[in-house]
Nanobody, 124 residues
Framework: QVQLVESGGGLVQAGGSLRLSCAAS????????MGWFRQAPGKEREFVGG????????FYADSVKGRFTISRDNAKNTVYLQMNSLKPEDTAVYYC?????????????????WGQGTLVTVSS
């Protein structure tokens, strides 16, 4: 089982930036995909972006392309989500997730392990 701990959420004004971190432990990550999801109040959890650990392939939801950037630090087993040009509609709890052998899946059900989430609030 993979343990995931997110951090970096908070309150930011529209147009501002935040960087979320996801520290992973408990496993080697070859063959894993690390994903970022978010869930706004009253809405379903939606895919934000992901990275295939071994290949380094990064993929994003259309809603965040050009504004959000995923990166990783292999030595720290940490994945980052840099969020720029934030909008009020980006307000949500953001989750980090891990799945093995799922390629570039954007489906929450494909990911087996989840962090506790971190709240991002964007004020207008």
């Amino acid at each position: 089982q993979v343990q995931l701990v997110e951090s970096g959420g908070g309150l930011v004004q529209a147009g501002g930036s935040l960087r979320l971190s996801c520290a992973a432990s408990g496993h080697t990550f070859s063959g894993y995909t690390m994903g970022w999801f978010r869930q706004a109040p009253g809405k379903e959890r939606e895919f934000v972006g992901g990275i295939r650990w071994t290949r380094g392939t990064i993929f994003y939801a259309d809603s965040v392309k050009g504004r959000f950037t995923i990166s990783r630090d292999n030595a720290k087993n940490t994945v980052y989500l840099q969020m720029n040009s934030l909008k009020p509609e980006d307000t949500a709890v953001y989750y980090c997730a891990a799945g093995y052998g799922i390629a570039a899946s954007t489906t929450a059900g494909a990911y087996n392990d989840w962090g506790q989430g971190t709240l991002v609030t964007v004020s207008s």
